[in-house]
C-alpha cells in the first residue's frame, strides 16, 4: 500500500512494477473457492496507470466466492486505485 484509500499519495513516482509470483507455473483457487460471476479474466491498465478505457468503461471488481457463502472481493477503480 503507497497511501490510504481515501487520499493520494504525497510524493511522485517515476515507475511502479506490481508481480505477483507462484511456486510453481500454474496456480489455482482451493477448491472451495471460485471466481464470482462477472469477474473479468484480464484487468488492463493504461500508461498512466489507470484502467485502459477502452477495456474497462469503469471500476473493476475481483471477487472469490467460497463455498460456506463467503465472498472477498477488491475493486480497482478507474485511475488505478485498489480498495
Known amino acids: 500500500m503507497l497511501s490510504p484509500g481515501n487520499r493520494a499519495w504525497p510524493g511522485a513516482i517515476d515507475n511502479l512494477s506490481v508481480s505477483?509470483?507462484?511456486?510453481r507455473d500454474e496456480s489455482r483457487?482451493?477448491?472451495?473457492?471460485?471466481f464470482a460471476a462477472g469477474?473479468?479474466?484480464?484487468?488492463?491498465?493504461?500508461?498512466?496507470g489507470g484502467l485502459d478505457r477502452s477495456v474497462h468503461r469503469g471500476p473493476v471488481e475481483l471477487a472469490?466466492?467460497?463455498?460456506?457463502?463467503r465472498r472477498s472481493s477488491i475493486v480497482v477503480g478507474l485511475f488505478g486505485t485498489v480498495e
Open 64 to 69: 472469490v466466492e467460497f463455498d460456506d457463502g
Open 29 to 34: 483457487l482451493p477448491k472451495h473457492a471460485r
Open 20 to 23: 505477483a509470483t507462484a511456486a
Open 39 to 48: 469477474t473479468p479474466a484480464e484487468v488492463r491498465f493504461a500508461p498512466g
